[in-house]
């Protein structure tokens, strides 16, 4: 009988050696059980470690986006000048950044990462966004939130707890001021 319990327990620690291995199943620490890891659906975003790829169908102004399945994604950490806004109109510099914004992503493929929020209190994705080469492998491009901010076309925007590339924007934006760039040049 002692045998038996032993193969038994030995054959379950196979089976869940196996099990997280393969990826199938996690071990939760803090629960001390096994739990089984969600399998995306076929239509959803192809998700590469915190990235996901996806294409931009429409683009609303200079930091807001429409991706496929028709959710918004505004850019975390960068903000660029009002075009639609109902109190605000358009802004100084609001329709370059808009257009801009249009011809780095329009109808791309786009890896996006998640920092903190899931979303903001507009119900829009919080994400930052690169521009996908689609003729190397695994490869992205340009960062739009920083180009937007190295450029003139935004300014860096800092909300906590989404921080993970704030220093990189404030250096961006410190560096347009300096050399005059964009809304630095034409709004003062």
Same mark, same amino acid.
């Given at each position: 009988?002692?045998? #038996?319990?032993?193969?038994? &327990?030995?054959? *379950?620690?196979?089976?869940?050696? &196996?099990?997280?291995?393969?990826?199938?199943?996690?071990?939760?620490? %803090?629960?001390?059980?096994? /739990?089984?890891?969600?399998?995306? *659906?076929?239509?959803?975003? $192809?998700?590469?470690?915190? &990235? &996901?790829?996806? +294409?931009?169908?429409?683009?609303?102004?200079?930091?807001?986006?429409?991706?496929?399945? %028709? $959710?918004?994604?505004?850019?975390?950490?960068?903000?660029?000048? /009002?075009?639609?806004?109902?109190?605000?109109?358009?802004?100084?510099?609001?329709?370059?950044?808009?257009?801009?914004?249009?011809?780095?992503?329009? =109808?791309?493929?786009? !890896?996006?990462? #998640?920092?903190?929020?899931?979303?903001?209190?507009? =119900? +829009?994705?919080? !994400?930052?966004?690169?521009?996908?080469?689609? @003729?190397?492998?695994?490869?992205?491009?340009?960062?739009? %939130?920083?180009?937007?901010? +190295?450029?003139?076309?935004?300014?860096?925007?800092?909300?906590?707890?989404?921080?993970?590339?704030?220093?990189?924007?404030?250096?961006?934006? !410190?560096?347009? !001021?300096? /050399? @005059?760039?964009?809304?630095?040049?034409?709004?003062?």
């Amino acid at each position: 009988m002692k045998l #038996k319990k032993n193969w038994s &327990f030995l054959s *379950s620690l196979i089976v869940a050696g &196996f099990l997280l291995y393969s990826g199938a199943v996690t071990f939760n620490p %803090n629960t001390l059980k096994f /739990e089984k890891k969600a399998v995306p *659906s076929p239509t959803a975003p $192809k998700k590469l470690n915190s &990235f &996901f790829e996806v +294409r931009v169908t429409s683009v609303i102004d200079g930091d807001t986006i429409i991706i496929e399945g %028709n $959710k918004h994604v505004r850019y975390i950490g960068i903000d660029t000048p /009002e075009t639609k806004h109902p109190a605000k109109g358009v802004q100084c510099y609001g329709l370059e950044a808009s257009q801009k914004n249009k011809e780095l992503v329009d =109808g791309k493929l786009i !890896r996006m990462q #998640k920092d903190v929020s899931e979303t903001d209190r507009y =119900g +829009r994705l919080l !994400r930052y966004v690169w521009i996908v080469n689609e @003729n190397a492998t695994d490869s992205a491009g340009l960062f739009v %939130n920083d180009y937007l901010v +190295r450029e003139g076309y935004a300014v860096a925007s800092t909300f906590p707890p989404d921080v993970m590339y704030s220093k990189q924007f404030i250096e961006a934006a !410190r560096v347009a !001021r300096e /050399e @005059n760039k964009g809304l630095w040049k034409s709004c003062n």
